[in-house]
């Protein structure tokens, strides 16, 4: 990656970068920072991964994706650089590569970088972060032996450079000493429920209805329009990290305008009302525990619960089926992800009925969609979850059948 922003000319230099890593959360939290400083007159370059539907979505330029015609463009002069590189290439690092360009060449004010993986030796982390972000250390990508957390607390402390001011939404205090001492010498360090908190937090119409406290100031009454306790967590995070980057509290009514913009496709999106169908792309135990409360606390049911769930490997596939069945879901349809990491889906299958819930398998998750969608009547209740690659599919499957005009 360093030889690529060689050639590239320093592209990942040209805007200061927010950088954001974490097991769950970095992509809602990265939607959020950036609709709040548009409201406040910021063009921002987002590069999140991975996609729903199209790779156009990782490179977004004020919230929107690169088009088809740009990133044809784009993709083509990493083409022609990729000999004067001469190092061997991954699909990420090019695509990390393309979106510093693109973001250069678009002049934009902000830079708001997801990790891939981890953080440490993520390609990402050639830039330098003027606020290093972490929402959380979870059980993912990890094999859950020994002091892994420990471990996983350490890559993700990485993205913290000398003068990073630091973000921390992780509040076990062993894991936050990690940051600490990774952060020693920096700026500041502003720690989630010390120096900035979520007060108070009630379900409204289409969202959430909070009051947030950061260290310049408390803002009270904030719609969030997303579904579930957690993003208020992520719009803490955001309203902070955004404040971090300007040195100053934000105008409540920005800030008020700016999640008000906010729409993050694929994070319990609701696509139907009658019946209600979600679309969320919740993928390890704890994002799909969070899903799963979700839909039990803040939606009621009067017909039957479906899940149609697609799961990678590399996941407690047992604790995450278990979460499912913990929201009132009482019948699952196990589909095959499209990705070669999939969970066969007679063991998600399997697995449901050891939870108490009645099961099918369909392999294909458009398949599924269709045939879930025909057996229901407007009282019941469908939940599609498990993997972007199951959330992603089902999304372009109900836009073609007219549920859905909002693009990625």
Not at 96 to 111: N, P, Y
Not at 140 to 159: F, N, P, V, Y
Not at 182 to 202: I, P, T
Not at 238 to 264: Q, T, Y
Request: charge should be negative; hydrophobic fraction near 50%.
């Amino acid at each position: 990656m360093q030889r690529w922003v060689e050639v590239l000319g320093d592209p990942h230099l040209a805007a200061p970068a927010i950088h954001v890593t974490g097991t769950n959360g970095k992509g809602s939290v990265v939607r959020m920072l950036s609709a709040v400083l548009r409201a406040n007159g910021v063009l921002t370059g987002s590069y999140t991964s991975p996609h729903l539907e199209t790779v156009r979505e990782r490179i977004a330029i004020a919230g929107e994706s690169i088009s088809e015609d740009d990133f044809a463009l784009l993709m083509s002069e990493m083409a022609l650089l990729e000999p004067v590189v001469d190092v061997e290439t991954s699909y990420f690092t090019l695509l990390t590569a393309a979106a510093f360009a693109h973001f250069a060449s678009e002049a934009v004010e902000a830079m708001l970088v997801e990790v891939g993986l981890l953080g440490r030796f993520d390609t990402t982390n050639v830039v330098p972060a003027e606020v290093a972000v972490i929402t959380n250390v979870g059980r993912d990508h990890t094999d859950g032996i020994g002091d892994w957390q420990e471990r996983i607390a350490g890559e993700k402390a990485g993205i913290i450079k000398p003068g990073s001011h630091v973000i921390c939404g992780e509040t076990e205090p062993d894991l936050v000493a990690i940051f600490e001492a990774e952060a020693d010498g920096g700026r500041e360090f502003w720690l989630r429920d010390r120096d900035f908190a979520v007060e108070h937090d009630q379900v409204a119409i289409g969202g959430h209805l909070v009051t947030l406290r950061t260290p310049y100031a408390g803002r009270t009454e904030v719609h969030i329009p997303a579904h579930g306790d957690h993003q208020a967590d992520n719009a803490l995070v955001a309203l902070a990290a955004a404040e971090a980057f300007f040195g100053r509290a934000l105008h409540p009514d920005v800030v008020a305008d700016g999640f008000a913009a906010l729409h993050i496709p694929g994070r319990f999106e609701v696509v139907s009302h009658s019946p209600l169908v979600v679309i969320d792309v919740a993928h390890n135990a704890e994002g799909l525990t969070a899903t799963a409360e979700t839909f039990a606390d803040e939606f009621t049911v009067l017909g039957r619960s479906v899940a149609i769930v697609g799961l990678l490997a590399g996941r407690d596939a047992g604790a995450a089926v278990a979460a499912v069945a913990r929201s009132g879901v009482d019948r699952l349809v196990a589909v095959r992800a499209d990705s070669p990491r999939a969970v066969d889906p007679r063991e998600v299958a399997a697995l449901a009925r050891a939870a108490g819930m009645e099961s099918e398998v369909i392999d294909d998750p458009a398949v599924a969609f269709r045939t879930t969608l025909d057996r229901m009547s407007d009282d019941d209740a469908l939940l599609v979850t498990g993997s972007f690659y199951v959330a992603g599919t089902v999304r372009a499957t109900a836009r073609l059948l007219g549920l859905l005009e909002v693009d990625a």
